[in-house]
């Protein structure tokens, strides 16, 4: 059974450093294939995508915010950590880790599946 | 980065109609698009990946058809439970981008 859980701050304030940490169960980072993405939601707004790192700690990160983040793996707790830096009241978000499987084939194109359990979120809010 | 448009962004239908909503790719994603549907205080949940494919446990009322940079999910003989918002999203490449959504609700 996968499982995926979120935690972190609920309250940061402008300019501080977030760290969110994404526990999960049910699967292994290590396995070939295996990825965990970050995806946020602001109030009433549509879906983000955030970072993603995969199995063989290659790490992929949003364009508009690839300055600000970093994402890490702790494969013995099954855990993934996403930092985000310089901190303002437009990053209040629900924040959700996700898990999404790939192949990479022999010329190191990945191929993507899906985001197929998600942590039910944990709601950050900033303020100024 | 591709751009992923939907429409409506809203909607409004009663039980047991037909709906039909549209995403759109800044660019040819060929077949590397899935459907989520979110509802008030859940996490998303996948319902169709890879364009046509129904995850396991969604209901059959649910499909999706298109290619390239057109697709299409359509809800029939829609139920309570699926008045909610549903994002399109590509997988074709990172960064992954979604659909800025589009809301279902009771007419």
């Known amino acids: 059974q996968v499982t995926l859980r979120e935690s972190g701050p609920a309250l940061v304030k402008s300019t501080q450093t977030l760290t969110l940490t994404c526990t999960f169960s049910?699967?292994?980072?290590?396995?070939?294939?295996?990825?965990v993405s970050w995806i946020r939601q602001s109030p009433g707004k549509a879906l983000e995508w955030l970072a993603l790192?995969?199995?063989?700690?290659?790490?992929f990160y949003s364009t508009s915010l690839k300055t600000r983040l970093s994402i890490s793996k702790d494969t013995s707790k099954n855990q993934v950590v996403l930092t985000m830096t310089n901190m303002g009241p437009v990053d209040t978000a629900t924040y959700y880790c996700?898990?999404?499987?790939?192949?990479?084939?022999?010329?190191?194109?990945?191929?993507?599946?899906?985001?197929?359990?998600w942590g039910q979120g944990t709601l950050v809010t900033v303020s100024s | 980065d591709i751009q992923m448009t939907q429409s409506p962004s809203s909607l409004s239908a009663s039980v047991g109609d037909r709906v039909t909503i549209t995403c759109r790719a800044s660019?040819?994603?060929?077949?590397?698009l899935n459907w989520y549907q979110e509802t008030p205080g859940k996490a998303p949940k996948v319902l169709i990946y890879?364009?046509?494919n129904l995850q396991s446990g969604v209901p059959s009322r649910f499909s999706g058809s298109g290619s390239g940079t057109d697709f299409t999910l359509i809800i029939s003989d829609l139920q309570p439970e699926d008045f909610a918002t549903y994002y399109c999203?590509?997988?074709?490449?990172?960064?992954?981008?979604f659909g800025p959504g589009t809301k279902v609700d009771i007419k």
């Open positions: 790192i995969d199995w063989d700690d290659v790490k």
């Open positions: 049910g699967f292994s980072l290590s396995t070939s294939g295996m990825c």
């Open positions: 660019q040819n994603i060929r077949r590397f």
């Open positions: 890879d364009v046509s």
């Open positions: 999203q590509q997988s074709y490449s990172t960064p992954f981008t």
């Open positions: 996700a898990r999404i499987r790939a192949t990479v084939d022999s010329s190191g194109t990945y191929d993507w599946g899906f985001f197929d359990y």
